[in-house]
């Protein structure tokens, strides 16, 4: 059975959430590549490039932007690239190098839970960017803003995949283009670029201080890469379009963001906008930027839930869960304050377990399967539809996860290393010292089976 085998299951849930893409449902790489620059068009992608600006000069920043970014764009395009040869997603792929239901457990700590979490987190700040622009109208404040704020980012994850290339063919330019405005504009103001290059924090950090902060701004976004690139006509759009739009986009933006802290003292692009008499055009910045960031949340977390559950189909999962995140949002901002950081922390703690998960993926489709199992060609490492037979639970793959985030947390706990680049290694490593001595010893390394059905769950 070839990959493509797999559309011959019946696509009940929608979008084609547990089955292979069909060919005809293919899309270019440029396509794939606005989605991705959706994703990325976001506020919070700016306001981070702060983080950067309280430890370097303009130039440095620069420098590290690059590295960890090129970092996360070989990451993120190694599993882009599994995806776009399988034209599976996400969660079905996670059959294999963890086992069934393994994978039922690494979908709700991929993204079931934590984008749910983060479409919250998104949403609040959204209300809370909405409500600076504009902060003498009832429907301005930051829950209301907060509500019907959430309630528009549903629409688009709704329709899925196709709505969502729409937004982001339309708002992309718009977007990145009112970033540019609100950059030259803080520039302007403090005098020229003479000023950029000579601002500088008290304390320069190390250089390996800012890429580990950089690489983990993006490392758990990094393991969904499939979602989008299976979607790709070739194997390798997926890769290509998330290498470029991480190295050279997302340097752009933190870089962006830090030299406007620089200069100002604020990464609010936003109200550098709203400053010059643009009030129009940063409310617009706010309302595309989250909404081309978390249609994509949402979609991706009703996938996953669709994965765990095989019940309902994606429509009704991206309701039910819109309306969850929208109303942690409202509430949070209206009654309890203006901070969601226990949400925050929880999903910053499950963030030390996410990269590992990708880097099973990547050591099981690279290493393990093509160099132990002997399958060399891409497309036959891992095979869908009805009949497909998975372990249970791949005992290597649990191990490694469990191991790796474990390992992160700690090492961050103790301020040792870089923890999401040591909870990537140290699961890669772990995975394959067990599997690869109990196939060669044979030893089972995969407990029971499950057989796909006709619905691909």
Same mark, same amino acid.
């Given at each position: 059975?070839t990959?493509?085998?797999?559309?011959?299951?019946?696509d009940?849930?929608?979008?084609?959430?547990?089955l292979?893409?069909?060919?005809?449902?293919?899309?270019?790489?440029l396509n794939?590549f606005?989605?991705?620059?959706?994703v990325?068009?976001?506020?919070?992608?700016?306001f981070?490039?702060?983080g950067?600006?309280?430890?370097y000069?303009? +130039?440095?920043?620069?420098?590290v932007?690059?590295?960890?970014?090129?970092?996360?764009?070989i990451y993120?395009?190694l599993?882009?690239?599994?995806?776009g040869?399988?034209?599976?997603n996400?969660?079905?792929?996670?059959?294999?190098?963890?086992g069934r239901?393994?994978?039922?457990?690494g979908?709700?700590?991929?993204?079931?839970?934590p984008?749910?979490?983060?479409?919250?987190?998104?949403?609040?700040?959204f209300g809370?960017t909405?409500?600076v622009?504009?902060?003498d109208?009832?429907?301005?404040?930051?829950a209301?803003?907060s509500?019907?704020?959430?309630?528009?980012?549903?629409?688009t994850?709704?329709?899925g995949?196709?709505?969502?290339?729409?937004?982001?063919?339309?708002?992309?330019?718009?977007?990145?283009t009112?970033v540019?405005?609100?950059f030259? *504009?803080?520039v302007d103001?403090?005098g020229?670029?003479?000023?950029?290059?000579?601002a500088r924090?008290?304390?320069i +950090?190390?250089?390996?201080?800012?890429?580990t902060?950089?690489?983990g701004?993006?490392?758990?976004g990094?393991v969904?890469?499939?979602?989008? *690139?299976?979607?790709?006509?070739k194997?390798?759009?997926g890769?290509v379009?998330?290498?470029?739009?991480v190295t050279i986009?997302m340097t752009?933006?933190?870089f962006?963001?830090g030299?406007m802290?620089?200069?100002t003292?604020?990464?609010n692009?936003?109200?550098a906008?709203?400053?010059?008499?643009l009030g129009?055009?940063?409310?617009?910045? *706010?309302?595309?930027g989250?909404?081309?960031?978390?249609?994509?949340n949402?979609?991706s977390a +009703?996938?996953?839930?669709?994965?765990?559950?095989?019940?309902?189909n994606k429509r009704?999962?991206?309701v039910?869960l819109g309306v969850?995140?929208?109303l942690?949002a409202?509430?949070?901002?209206?009654?309890?304050g203006?901070?969601?950081?226990?949400?925050?922390n929880?999903a910053?703690?499950?963030?030390y377990?996410?990269?590992p998960?990708g880097a099973v993926?990547?050591?099981?489709y690279?290493?393990?399967r093509?160099?132990?199992l002997?399958?060399r060609?891409?497309?036959?490492?891992?095979?869908f539809?009805p009949?497909?037979?998975y372990?249970l639970?791949?005992?290597?793959?649990?191990?490694?996860?469990?191991a790796?985030? *474990?390992?992160?947390?700690?090492?961050q706990q103790?301020?040792w290393?870089a923890?999401?680049?040591?909870?990537?290694?140290?699961?890669f490593?772990i995975?394959l010292?067990l599997?690869?001595?109990?196939?060669?010893l044979?030893?089972?390394?995969g407990v029971?089976?499950?057989?796909e059905?006709?619905?691909g769950f």
């Amino acid at each position: 059975m070839t990959a493509n085998e797999g559309t011959k299951g019946k696509d009940v849930f929608g979008d084609f959430a547990t089955l292979v893409v069909p060919e005809e449902h293919t899309k270019s790489t440029l396509n794939i590549f606005m989605i991705y620059m959706g994703v990325l068009a976001v506020i919070a992608a700016i306001f981070a490039g702060s983080g950067l600006a309280q430890m370097y000069d303009a +130039a440095t920043m620069l420098e590290v932007a690059f590295i960890g970014n090129l970092i996360l764009a070989i990451y993120g395009g190694l599993i882009a690239y599994v995806g776009g040869s399988t034209r599976a997603n996400t969660y079905m792929i996670l059959r294999y190098p963890l086992g069934r239901l393994g994978s039922l457990v690494g979908n709700l700590i991929v993204s079931a839970i934590p984008l749910v979490v983060w479409f919250a987190v998104e949403t609040w700040l959204f209300g809370l960017t909405v409500n600076v622009i504009y902060p003498d109208n009832p429907l301005t404040s930051i829950a209301a803003a907060s509500i019907w704020g959430g309630l528009l980012m549903m629409v688009t994850a709704y329709y899925g995949f196709r709505a969502m290339a729409i937004l982001s063919y339309i708002t992309v330019p718009f977007w990145y283009t009112l970033v540019v405005i609100g950059f030259f *504009a803080s520039v302007d103001l403090a005098g020229g670029f003479d000023k950029v290059w000579v601002a500088r924090p008290e304390v320069i +950090a190390p250089l390996g201080v800012g890429i580990t902060y950089v690489v983990g701004l993006y490392a758990s976004g990094s393991v969904i890469t499939s979602d989008v *690139a299976r979607y790709g006509k070739k194997p390798w759009s997926g890769a290509v379009a998330w290498a470029v739009h991480v190295t050279i986009f997302m340097t752009a933006l933190l870089f962006a963001g830090g030299v406007m802290t620089l200069l100002t003292n604020s990464p609010n692009v936003i109200v550098a906008i709203a400053q010059i008499g643009l009030g129009v055009g940063a409310l617009l910045l *706010a309302i595309l930027g989250q909404w081309t960031t978390n249609d994509n949340n949402l979609w991706s977390a +009703a996938l996953a839930w669709i994965n765990t559950t095989g019940k309902l189909n994606k429509r009704v999962w991206v309701v039910i869960l819109g309306v969850i995140g929208t109303l942690i949002a409202g509430l949070w901002a209206g009654l309890w304050g203006m901070s969601l950081e226990p949400f925050i922390n929880f999903a910053v703690y499950l963030g030390y377990f996410i990269p590992p998960v990708g880097a099973v993926i990547i050591a099981d489709y690279y290493v393990f399967r093509p160099f132990i199992l002997g399958l060399r060609d891409p497309k036959e490492r891992y095979k869908f539809g009805p009949g497909t037979k998975y372990p249970l639970i791949n005992v290597p793959g649990i191990v490694a996860v469990a191991a790796g985030g *474990a390992i992160a947390w700690f090492t961050q706990q103790i301020g040792w290393g870089a923890p999401v680049i040591n909870g990537i290694v140290s699961a890669f490593v772990i995975y394959l010292a067990l599997i690869v001595p109990m196939e060669k010893l044979g030893i089972s390394w995969g407990v029971g089976e499950w057989v796909e059905s006709s619905t691909g769950f």
